[in-house]
């Protein structure tokens, strides 16, 4: 029971803060006074509205406001509970305890917060232009107490208008829940550092760690500065081939046509590819390519398409005798340095093969190789050297036991066969260069002759042999020849020694002479001059003799 005696003390302002949604418990003097003390509790709102009383001794009784009819409850210190506080309960909440004489109040401000919502982006476009303001997008977060604020960042780094490239607009709507929705915009004027440039909108709030959008990435619009042309096909290129131009543009879009210059002559294709076929050494040039709306914007490069004429004069298959010549050319027309080898078989000639008197040997496949810059030309020619065989000896070896071995060496082309007039055991060597030996294995029982006959297509040539059957047959053939080699060499000898002995004598009787004829002038006494002149004589004498 109140009476007219009893004095109202407010004491303080408590603040206190809750989470939308979640219960709060509002303290009623920080529950310092006992509930036998009081008399009366009453909990109320603002100035007017009325919560709860609870007398003592009594339970609470709640009023019937909507607001918190349903919602509220009181503890046995006195503190007021509500659950699930809304924006609506952002106000102050009054405890009046009534006490002894006195009645205390202790009013509380409750302050609710809620946290945005992550941002949202609407309004999105896709390109932007170089140098034209774009309105690139609007982000956008509600449900929020107190309002959220907005960031637009550029690669991480946060925007600001600057009233030129730069337009923010951000607008704070609050509904009849008192929750706000932050609304902002971004109009962008782009440059050409803008491609692949990463846009994001950051909701930053009091009561919550900052959110960022997913990233914004825009195509960036921009003419075409600068053209390039490439060749696609991978050279050297040859004759035949085809070569693949590419044109290609710095504008984005990019170009869909494109004008290509062949040969001096415009064509305008509607891509970027355009594709000569079977190009020959003519092609070789500059090319280009330019917009299609504009020459001035053009790009060239050059191809060159290689080329290799190999002509050797002598081609197919070449058939000679021994002892001809054979002259060998290649003529080469390249459009750059070429290498020129040689083989014969498989065989590497060091230059250009020469036959100045052919031989046997001569004979087989030549292959002329030219290469350059990735081309390669090969031409050959076959060289026969034929001619009708010749023996070119014939001899006998002593063989085992009373056998005796025939060799007749031939040489010719085709290959020669060999005829034996005897019967034996026969057998031939390895034909190389025009070279075969044949052999037989003979038992004769007496003195006989045998004859090696050789022949091919183009004549025969034969060859005797005489033959004992004496074991010493062998050695006294080359017997003979060594003794007829001794008498050759003992004749010459003596007829050497003969001369020598000769020109000996007649000096040996010159002196004689000449010490006579001064003996006999000394015992005459005859003038000097006399003896001279027989002197002279003498040796003019002498002289002639040995002439003769």
């Given at each position: 029971m109140l009476t007219s005696k009893m004095t109202i003390q407010v004491i303080g302002l408590e603040t206190?803060?809750?989470?939308?949604?979640?219960?709060?418990?509002?303290?009623?003097?920080?529950?310092?006074?006992?509930?036998?003390?009081?008399?009366?509790?009453?909990?109320?709102?603002?100035?007017?509205?009325?919560?709860?009383?609870?007398?003592?001794?009594?339970?609470?009784?709640?009023?019937?406001?909507?607001?918190?009819?349903?919602?509220?409850?009181?503890?046995?210190?006195?503190?007021?509970?509500?659950?699930?506080?809304?924006?609506?309960?952002?106000?102050?909440?009054?405890?009046?305890l009534v006490w002894k004489e006195d009645i205390l109040?202790?009013?509380?401000?409750?302050?609710?917060?809620?946290?945005?919502?992550?941002?949202?982006?609407?309004?999105?476009?896709?390109?932007?232009?170089?140098?034209?303001?774009?309105?690139?997008?609007?982000?956008?977060?509600?449900?929020?107490?107190?309002?959220?604020?907005?960031?637009?960042?550029?690669?991480?780094?946060?925007?600001?208008?600057?009233?030129?490239?730069?337009?923010?607009?951000?607008?704070?709507?609050?509904?009849?829940?008192?929750?706000?929705t932050t609304t902002s915009t971004l109009e962008y004027t782009a440059v050409k550092g803008d491609i692949d440039a990463k846009f994001t909108c950051q909701v930053q709030h009091i009561w919550s760690a900052n959110m960022d959008s997913s990233p914004l990435v825009f195509t960036v619009n921009y003419p075409t500065e600068k053209v390039n042309l490439q060749v696609v096909s991978q050279g050297p290129f040859k004759e035949g081939d085809s070569v693949t131009l590419k044109c290609t543009a710095d504008g984005n879009p990019p170009p869909s046509s494109y004008s290509f210059y062949i040969d001096g002559e415009k064509k305008t294709v509607d891509s970027n590819i355009y594709t000569l076929t079977n190009v020959t050494r003519e092609n070789t040039g500059d090319y280009k390519c330019s917009l299609v709306d504009n020459e001035d914007i053009a790009a060239s490069v050059p191809i060159t398409v290689e080329y290799l004429d190999v002509v050797l004069s002598t081609t197919g298959k070449i058939v000679k005798n021994p002892g001809e010549s054979l002259e060998v050319t290649v003529d080469v027309n390249a459009s750059g340095a070429a290498?020129?080898?040689?083989?014969?078989?498989?065989?590497?000639?060091?230059?250009?093969?020469?036959?100045?008197?052919?031989?046997?040997?001569?004979?087989?496949?030549?292959?002329?190789?030219?290469?350059?810059?990735?081309?390669?030309?090969?031409?050959?020619?076959?060289?026969?050297?034929?001619?009708?065989?010749?023996?070119?000896?014939?001899?006998?070896?002593?063989?085992?036991?009373?056998?005796?071995?025939?060799?007749?060496?031939?040489?010719?082309?085709?290959?020669?066969?060999?005829?034996?007039?005897?019967n034996g055991t026969s057998a031939e060597s390895a034909y190389e260069h025009g070279k075969v030996t044949y052999s037989i294995i003979i038992d004769p029982k007496g003195n006989l002759t045998v004859s090696c006959t050789a022949s091919n297509v183009l004549g025969a040539d034969i060859k005797s042999i005489n033959v004992s059957a004496l074991v010493e047959d062998v050695t006294m053939d080359k017997q003979d020849q060594k003794d007829e080699y001794s008498d050759q060499t003992t004749l010459a000898?003596?007829?050497?020694?003969?001369?020598?002995?000769?020109?000996?004598?007649?000096?040996?009787?010159?002196?004689?002479?000449?010490?006579?004829?001064?003996?006999?002038?000394?015992?005459?006494?005859?003038?000097?001059?006399?003896?001279?002149?027989?002197?002279?004589?003498?040796?003019?004498?002498?002289?002639?003799?040995?002439?003769?």
């Open positions: 206190l803060t809750s989470k939308y949604g979640d219960p709060i418990e509002i303290p009623c003097n920080k529950g310092q006074f006992k509930e036998s003390d009081v008399t009366l509790v009453k909990w109320k709102y603002d100035k007017d509205g009325n919560i709860l009383v609870k007398q003592l001794d009594q339970n609470a009784t709640i009023s019937t406001d909507v607001n918190y009819k349903n919602r509220v409850s009181i503890k046995k210190d006195f503190s007021l509970i509500i659950t699930q506080v809304t924006m609506a309960d952002q106000r102050t909440f009054t405890c009046m109040e202790y009013p509380v401000q409750l302050t609710i917060y809620k946290v945005p919502s992550h941002p949202q982006i609407t309004n999105l476009t896709t390109a932007m232009a170089i140098g034209k303001p774009t309105m690139l997008a609007q982000c956008r977060t509600e449900g929020a107490s107190p309002a959220a604020n907005i960031t637009w960042f550029k690669n991480k780094t946060p925007l600001m208008t600057d009233g030129a490239a730069i337009k923010i607009n951000t607008n704070v709507d609050v509904d009849e829940t008192r929750l706000s290498q020129t080898s040689w083989k014969k078989g498989n065989a590497k000639l060091n230059s250009l093969p020469k036959f100045d008197k052919l031989t046997y040997s001569d004979s087989g496949m030549y292959e002329c190789v030219v290469s350059m810059a990735g081309l390669k030309e090969t031409r050959t020619f076959e060289l026969v050297v034929e001619g009708p065989p010749v023996i070119k000896n014939l001899i006998k070896e002593r063989g085992e036991g009373m056998t005796k071995v025939l060799k007749c060496v031939v040489e010719g082309s085709p290959k020669p066969t060999v005829q034996w007039s005897v000898v003596g007829i050497v020694v003969g001369l020598m002995l000769a020109v000996l004598a007649i000096g040996l009787a010159y002196w004689l002479y000449m010490k006579k004829s001064r003996q006999g002038s000394w015992k005459t006494g005859e003038k000097e001059d006399g003896s001279a002149e027989e002197s002279k004589k003498l040796e003019e004498s002498q002289s002639q003799k040995a002439d003769v």
